[in-house]
């Protein structure tokens, strides 16, 4: 657990967290995005240990890996919200609801909520700066995750619409790809897969060589990537023209549901995302320009 009192994650999360003797108090709210790891209503235990690991991942390089002694984070999680339920905190944790959203219909999305559940502060990971340094670090990484899927949305959709400008001529004499229009929108979906491409590499690159300037290019990519998917797809549309509407027949429908969550979930573009660019131009610190990625076979 770690205790976000101090930080702009519990505005986030609608909710607080209060220090009684030695134990934590923890009541909240929060709607969970595209996440593959929160459990349903009546989720039974390994569902519960799901619901853990999505908010706090210990991967063998994450600062937090050892924090244990041997014991694994799923098990202290467990413990945590059975202890509660055993002592009659039934609503330590629920889920209100599951609304419908378009796209990524396999992660749940649903709006949780903590009530009361207690913590025991043996169980406090850090406070204050030192949490919100971690929950950075955990969050940070994830964005070039973002940005790869992003590129992978953007090149299906480029791909789907060149086999039609090269394959149909929509009624016309020659095929779609022969007029300028069409093939200046495909020019622009294939300058964006290539930039969202090596962005997102270089991000990731420098991410895992721990290099000055990583977390830079790591917002960067999410952000530039994923507002290029949801552009992309919009243009590649307009290249098929109204058979893109057909769900049967194009995967445009699909890839755009998929596309619009991109720009505002695991940090919002607009809200997060680019203010943390914004702070790091402001530190003048040295923009990642200068960010040189060590030569890996790829």
């Not at 992660?107 to 340094?133: D, H, K």
């Not at 990484?141 to 959709?157: E, K, L, M, Q």
């Not at 004499?173 to 020019?187: F, G, Q, R, T």
Request: charged content about 20%.
């Amino acid at each position: 657990m770690i205790d976000v009192s101090l930080t702009a994650a519990q505005r986030s999360l609608q909710g607080s967290i209060r220090l009684l003797a030695d134990t934590y108090l923890a009541s909240a709210r929060k709607v969970i995005r595209a996440s593959p790891s929160v459990p349903y209503p009546e989720g039974d235990r390994k569902q519960w240990r799901q619901l853990l690991v999505g908010f706090v991942p210990v991967y063998p390089t994450h600062p937090l890996h050892g924090k244990f002694n041997g014991l694994s984070q799923v098990t202290y999680a467990t413990c945590v919200l059975e202890q509660n339920r055993s002592d009659g905190n039934q609503d330590c944790y629920s889920a209100i609801r599951h609304p419908a959203t378009p796209g990524f219909t396999t992660p749940a999305g649903p709006q949780i909520r903590f009530s009361n559940l207690c913590i025991p502060s043996r169980y406090v990971l850090a406070t204050g700066a030192a949490a919100a340094e971690i929950i950075m670090a955990t969050f940070t990484s994830s964005t070039a995750i973002v940005g790869a899927i992003s590129t992978g949305i953007t090149r299906a959709a480029f791909e789907s619409a060149l086999h039609l400008g090269r394959n149909h001529s929509a009624g016309g004499k020659v095929a779609v790809l022969e007029h300028w229009s069409p093939a200046d929108l495909l020019i622009d979906i294939k300058s964006r897969v290539e930039a969202s491409r090596a962005l997102t590499w270089k991000a990731a690159a420098a991410i895992d060589q721990k290099l000055p300037g990583a977390d830079e290019l790591a917002y960067e990519a999410k952000t530039f990537a994923s507002e290029a998917a949801v552009t992309s797809v919009a243009e590649a549309m307009r290249v098929v023209g109204t058979s893109a509407y057909d769900a049967d027949e194009w995967p445009f429908a699909r890839l755009m549901e998929d596309a619009l969550v991109l720009p505002i979930f695991n940090g919002g573009n607009q809200g997060i995302r680019k203010r943390q660019i914004q702070k790091i131009f402001s530190e003048q610190r040295v923009p990642a320009l200068g960010c040189y990625i060590r030569a890996c076979a790829c």
